[in-house]
């Protein structure tokens, strides 16, 4: 449950409705364990404007890794420098804090993992939100209630900490000021700098396909892809109504051509005759984007490549037999020519023929 939520707040929020006001959003993911190992150093914190790196800081390295271009141009020495030293701040407070789960816990051995991810999101109407959410071994341990400044405990030792969090005035004041104004003024100017990249649009494509399913259904299927940005609604309509109770998603991923592509599925019965179609929302468009799925319309396509065959067969065997009838016309006149040129031996030759 944590995790999934955590990658949900990793890639953005869900589908807006009608994808009308894009979200922007930046994130801060932190991830400790206990036994670090190949590829997975002790503390690691990646840092993402929207879906993309902005940079990388990892216990290993001890420094912060620009991921962006457009950041590196922008940004000088100075900033990469400040984003260090919190990166080895953080990993201090974390290492006190593994320690600490530890023993809260009563655990002495094993593999434990601590994944923080804290933020904040603008809305193009300028509505701001801030969040922190962290879990201990892939369950929710403390959520961050900004308009409160409290603590709220995901269970009875998550209760120890959040009393002791609590107390401290000043830094819940401070987490609430980072979520309201640091973290959005650092947004704003990341959105500025990568505005080419972050705030483009990229208009959709949609198809639609069936396939057979169980006890004689059918399985309709609407792949969108080449979008940007990743809020989108897809929906199917039954009768121009929306069946959104009776569909499955894909979830939205990316394409990795910097769009993102999903799918939405839905089962119906054949035999019950109505009209179907996939409606697509997003911002891109200035009217929605509406494609119809005909019944059996996958076998127009093989009937058209049957006739097509069969014609050509048709084409080649009159071809092949008006050659040997060709041939053989032109076989007699050729013993005649013979016969003409070359006097009594083609008159011999005429006859043995």
Request: glycine share 8%; charged share 25%; with cysteine.
């Given at each position: 449950?944590?995790?999934?939520?955590?990658?949900?707040?990793?890639?953005?929020?869900?589908?807006l409705?009608?994808?009308?006001?894009?979200l922007?959003s930046?994130?801060v993911m932190?991830?400790?364990?206990?036994?670090?190992?190949?590829?997975?150093?002790?503390?690691?914190?990646?840092?993402?404007?929207?879906d993309?790196?902005?940079?990388?800081?990892?216990?290993?390295?001890?420094?912060?890794?620009?991921?962006?271009?457009w950041m590196?141009?922008?940004?000088?020495?100075?900033?990469?420098?400040?984003?260090?030293?919190?990166?080895?701040?953080?990993?201090?407070?974390?290492?006190?804090?593994?320690?600490?789960?530890?023993?809260?816990?009563?655990?002495?051995?094993?593999?434990?993992?601590?994944?923080?991810?804290?933020?904040?999101?603008?809305?193009e109407?300028?509505?701001?939100?801030?969040?922190?959410?962290?879990?201990?071994?892939?369950?929710?341990?403390?959520?961050?209630?900004?308009?409160?400044?409290?603590?709220?405990a995901?269970?009875?030792?998550?209760?120890?900490?959040?009393?002791?969090?609590?107390?401290?005035?000043?830094?819940?004041?401070?987490?609430?000021?980072?979520?309201?104004?640091?973290?959005?003024?650092?947004?704003?100017?990341?959105?500025?700098?990568?505005k080419?990249?972050?705030?483009?649009?990229?208009?959709?494509?949609?198809?639609?396909?069936?396939?057979?399913?169980?006890?004689?259904?059918?399985?309709?299927?609407?792949?969108?892809?080449g979008?940007?940005?990743?809020?989108?609604?897809?929906?199917?309509?039954?009768?121009?109504?929306?069946?959104?109770?009776?569909?499955?998603?894909?979830?939205?991923?990316?394409?990795?051509?910097?769009?993102y592509?999903?799918?939405?599925?839905?089962?119906?019965?054949?035999?019950?005759?109505?009209?179907y179609?996939?409606?697509?929302?997003?911002?891109?468009?200035?009217?929605?984007?509406?494609?119809?799925?005909?019944?059996?319309?996958?076998?127009f396509?093989?009937?058209?490549?049957?006739?097509?065959?069969?014609?050509?067969?048709?084409?080649?065997?009159?071809?092949v037999?008006?050659?040997?009838?060709?041939?053989?016309?032109?076989?007699?006149?050729?013993?005649v020519a013979?016969?003409?040129?070359?006097?009594s031996?083609g008159?011999?030759?005429?006859?043995?023929?």
């Amino acid at each position: 449950m944590a995790l999934a939520l955590r990658l949900l707040l990793l890639l953005g929020a869900a589908a807006l409705p009608g994808g009308r006001s894009r979200l922007h959003s930046r994130r801060v993911m932190d991830t400790v364990v206990s036994e670090p190992g190949p590829g997975l150093p002790w503390y690691k914190r990646v840092v993402y404007v929207d879906d993309e790196v902005n940079y990388v800081y990892t216990s290993e390295m001890q420094k912060v890794k620009p991921g962006l271009v457009w950041m590196v141009q922008n940004k000088d020495l100075e900033f990469w420098n400040e984003m260090t030293w919190w990166g080895q701040r953080f990993q201090k407070w974390y290492n006190v804090s593994l320690n600490t789960l530890s023993q809260l816990y009563n655990q002495s051995e094993g593999f434990h993992i601590i994944q923080t991810i804290f933020g904040c999101d603008l809305r193009e109407d300028n509505v701001i939100q801030g969040f922190y959410q962290d879990s201990y071994d892939g369950r929710d341990f403390l959520t961050f209630d900004k308009e409160t400044m409290t603590w709220v405990a995901a269970d009875i030792g998550a209760q120890i900490t959040k009393r002791r969090w609590e107390a401290e005035v000043v830094d819940n004041q401070r987490w609430k000021r980072f979520m309201e104004e640091a973290c959005i003024n650092r947004l704003r100017i990341a959105l500025e700098y990568g505005k080419e990249t972050l705030q483009r649009k990229v208009r959709p494509t949609a198809r639609v396909s069936d396939r057979s399913s169980h006890d004689g259904l059918t399985t309709l299927s609407c792949k969108v892809s080449g979008f940007y940005p990743r809020d989108i609604t897809v929906t199917w309509l039954k009768n121009g109504e929306s069946r959104q109770q009776e569909t499955y998603s894909e979830g939205i991923l990316p394409s990795g051509d910097g769009t993102y592509q999903t799918w939405v599925t839905m089962e119906i019965d054949p035999k019950i005759k109505a009209h179907y179609s996939c409606h697509v929302e997003h911002e891109s468009l200035v009217e929605p984007l509406s494609v119809s799925w005909e019944p059996n319309n996958n076998l127009f396509p093989v009937l058209a490549g049957v006739i097509t065959a069969v014609f050509l067969i048709g084409v080649i065997i009159g071809v092949v037999i008006w050659k040997k009838k060709r041939l053989g016309r032109k076989g007699d006149g050729y013993a005649v020519a013979q016969e003409n040129d070359q006097g009594s031996s083609g008159s011999d030759l005429s006859a043995t023929a």
